[in-house]
T-cell receptor, first 110, second 116 residues
Framework: QQPVQSPQAVILREGEDAVINCSSS?????VHWYRQKHGEAPVFLMI?????EQKGHDKISASFNEKKQQSSLYLTASQLSYSGTYFC???????????FGRGTSLIVHP | DAGVIQSPRHEVTEMGQEVTLRCKPI?????LFWYRQTMMRGLELLIY????????DSGMPEDRFSAKMPNASFSTLKIQPSEPRDSAVYFC??????????????FGQGTRLTVV
């Protein structure tokens, strides 16, 4: 079953922050985040494993709340290069093969 | 390594025709995935191979779709007969066997399929 991402779209100015949420109706084992720039292939950002850990990748970080069955991606001081569609993928059985949501479109303006 | 290589990049075909999409995974990767991307459904996993063996094909929409991996360096996704609703971008991705330490899937550039 697909996770639900919110919001569907975000428009920011350079330097602003954004949060993208990902929630599932099932208990989660791992959450995967990918970014896809327009016309390009999705690129891996990070994975979070159950245990409520938080990870960071430059100014992009994420948290995983097992109890709430959700994950959030935090983009701090956004840059033009952050524009793209962000996909969360969730997995429940320990296979590490995610089912992806429909994506959140992020547009960063100068 | 050149990354995951897909061909063709674009395909336009008439309804009812057979379409074959091709993928060369990254050398050394033993897992291969075919995804379909549409606006309505996002990124859907169609089939997953491990060591050339199909492990999970529950995402294949119907019998018109078939996928093969005859060896570690080549896979095909075939649609026969094609229908307009099959129009989408099809991605192939490869990775080491999924596990706690091998979690990154590398995607090819995709094949944009248009069925008219």
């Amino acid at each position: 079953q697909q996770p639900v991402q919110s919001p569907q779209a975000v428009i920011l100015r350079e330097g602003e922050d954004a949060v993208i949420n990902c929630s599932s109706s099932k208990a989660l084992y791992s959450v995967h985040w990918y970014r896809q720039k327009h016309g390009e292939a999705p690129v891996f950002l990070m994975i979070l494993l159950k245990g409520g850990e938080q990870k960071g990748h430059d100014k992009i970080s994420a948290s995983f709340n097992e109890k709430k069955q959700q994950s959030s991606l935090y983009l701090t001081a956004s840059q033009l290069s952050y524009s793209g569609t962000y996909f969360c993928g969730t997995e429940s059985g320990g296979s590490y093969i995610p089912t992806f949501g429909r994506g959140t479109s992020l547009i960063v303006h100068p | 390594d050149a990354g995951v290589i897909q061909s063709p990049r674009h395909e336009v075909t008439e309804m009812g025709q057979e379409v074959t999409l091709r993928c060369k995974p990254i050398s050394g990767h033993n897992s291969l995935f075919w995804y379909r991307q549409t606006m309505m459904r996002g990124l859907e996993l169609l089939i997953y191979f491990n060591n050339n063996v199909p492990i999970d094909d529950s995402g294949m929409p119907e019998d018109r779709f078939s996928a093969k991996m005859p060896n570690a360096s080549f896979s095909t996704l075939k649609i026969q007969p094609s229908e307009p609703r099959d129009s989408a971008v099809y991605f192939c991705a490869s990775s080491l066997e999924p596990g706690q330490r091998n979690t990154e899937a590398f995607f090819g550039q995709g094949t944009r399929l248009t069925v008219v």
